[in-house]
């Protein structure tokens, strides 16, 4: 046990969210009409002690709004924070180009998207919100994460989410979460038919189905369960090898860039 940094309790480091990164991905839907649904999980986690950056896919690093590709590259430099946001800052970070140039790495998707992991471990979830084509493209080979597919309200909601779990299976081999919103009782009925026929579609054309949940729009508690089902499920992205288990320190001879707001 004379080992340089080892001692009786390194085995327990593996346990701690310092350098352990949660991702949880979340299919954009055309127009962004999920996106009050992401905020509220953003703030359910960050209240449950899980500070969160958000990934948008759906935006492009510029000059005024640097994002991903500036801290692939390091051109982006902020003084790390001396505190983590709280439940009531969210860090937002545009980052379709950055995703682009990780789903191009073809060193493998898992070790693709462990880029991540340096540059934001300050935090303990990274919320990846992209469109599924972002999503279902060699970004997400090998991950085992489950991405999130809200269903939407109107007459094309069931054709529109197979066909995203579809594009998922087919070029990733992974299955997503579906989530139905509704705000009343009469809605309740028309929801849980949708996912009936949704899961049966996807069993007999997909040979799998996926996790669906029926989420009370008025009651934060159903908000909460999604978050935490999410959380259960995200892949944990950490650096391979013992030395990767030890905890973080402020010293470090490279400081974590802070992801800040567009």
Known sequence: ??????????????????DGLR????????????LQVLWDICTHLQALGYPTVVLDGSECETAEAPGLLELLDDTLWIDPPTQLPGADSLAVLPAARGLAELASRRAGASQALLALQPLLRRYAVVLLYAPMAVL?????E??????????EDDSK?????????KMLSLHTGLMGTVAR?????????????????????????????????????????????????????????????????LPSTHTAQRATPLATSH
């Open 136 to 140: 279902a493209s060699p970004l997400m």
């Open 181 to 245: 919103l509704v705000h009343s009782s009469e809605e309740r009925g028309v929801a849980k038919q949708q996912l009936r026929v949704l899961c049966d579609c996807a069993a007999k054309h997909l040979g799998r189905v996926p996790r669906t949940l029926l989420l009370d729009a008025h009651r934060p508690a159903d908000l909460q369960r999604l978050a935490l089902q999410l959380l259960e499920n995200a892949e944990t992205l950490c650096s391979s090898g013992l030395f990767a288990a």
């Open 142 to 151: 090998g991950s085992s994460a489950s991405p999130l597919v809200l269903l």
């Open 157 to 165: 909601a069931v054709i529109n989410s197979y066909q995203q779990l």
């Open 23 to 34: 991702l949880i991905p979340v299919a954009g839907s055309p127009g962004g009409t999920g």
């Open 1 to 18: 046990m004379l080992e340089f940094g080892l001692h009786q309790g390194t085995s327990l480091y593996g346990r701690t969210p310092q």
